[in-house]
């Protein structure tokens, strides 16, 4: 069975940093596309956080993040890491990250194999 994996997540002060990871299980598994890695609060809608195409390594953020997060990927280890910096209390939320099988890496219904997520408490 092939499974992603997401870790990393915690409580921060504003200002902080924290590293996540999505590891994927299984020999089989394949990233096709890339992967993602989006966010929901309670009661809010899934957003999109940012993504990365397995191919090339080139990357897409949401202008929420942009210059604060960055994503990046080990082959070896078939894992995406999302690296937070500057967070926010805005960023509090649920992490989750998923594989990629679409064109438009900020629409969510073109990830499949989500995690189980990480949360991300960001204090103020």
């Known amino acids: 069975q092939v499974q992603l994996v997401e870790s990393g997540g915690g409580l921060v002060q504003a200002g902080g940093s924290l590293r996540l990871s999505c590891a994927a299980s299984g020999r089989a598994f394949s990233n096709l596309l890339g992967r993602g890695w989006f966010r929901q609060a309670p009661g809010k809608e899934r957003e999109f956080v940012a993504a990365?195409?397995?191919?090339?390594?080139?990357?897409d953020y949401a202008d929420s993040v942009k210059g604060r997060f960055t994503i990046s990927r080990d082959i070896a280890k078939n894992t995406v890491y999302l690296q937070m910096n500057s967070l926010k209390p805005e960023d509090t939320a649920v992490y989750y990250c998923?594989?990629?099988?679409?064109?438009?890496?900020?629409?969510?219904?073109?990830?499949?194999?989500w995690g189980q997520g990480t949360q991300v408490t960001v204090s103020s």
């Open positions: 998923g594989r990629r099988f679409g064109l438009d890496a900020r629409d969510s219904n073109v990830y499949d194999y």
């Open positions: 990365i195409r397995w191919s090339d390594s080139s990357t």
